[in-house]
């Protein structure tokens, strides 16, 4: 697989896991989060408001995946925000110690997948500048009848996420 599909393959990945783990913390509340048990009512409302959140953050990261290309500068964007989260979980393993094993196997996650779609994030952008054309065989003798030429750059996309009127 090449470094465009890989980057959006990944990219609608993130979209709908974000989606659908936002949707389980809105439904679940304090019982989506393993380790948690009863939490009270505070952290229940908390977390259910957060994973509304985490569901717009899935929504932006399908709306990159949407775009032709993919825009590096949201996918860089969106990777700055999950390195984030796990950098606050380092915080938190710092002050409060080690947390439930799973909590730990996100921490890898977000902390190892950014990288990741940070080096991968121009791929699309780069893979849509370059174009093959055709052109007539003795204008193009001994190249194989294909040359590669640079296309101007995309404009970045402007609209707002489906459904965002603000």
Sequence with gaps: MDHARTLRVLVQVMGWACVAIGLFHVALGNAAIPGVGSAGATVDSWG???GASFVGYGLAWLWAARQRPIPATAVRALSAVFLLGGLG???SLAVHGWPQWFQIALAVIELGLPPALFWLAPSEEREHDM???AGPVDELAGS???RLSRRKAAPK???APP???G
Excluded: C, K, Q, Y
Aim: glycine share 16%; aromatic share 12%.
């Design 48 to 50: 259910r408001f957060m």
């Design 131 to 133: 174009e093959e054309v």
């Design 89 to 91: 979980r380092l915080i």
């Design 144 to 146: 194989g009848g294909v």
């Design 163 to 165: 459904g965002f009127n």
């Design 157 to 159: 996309p402007t609209a």
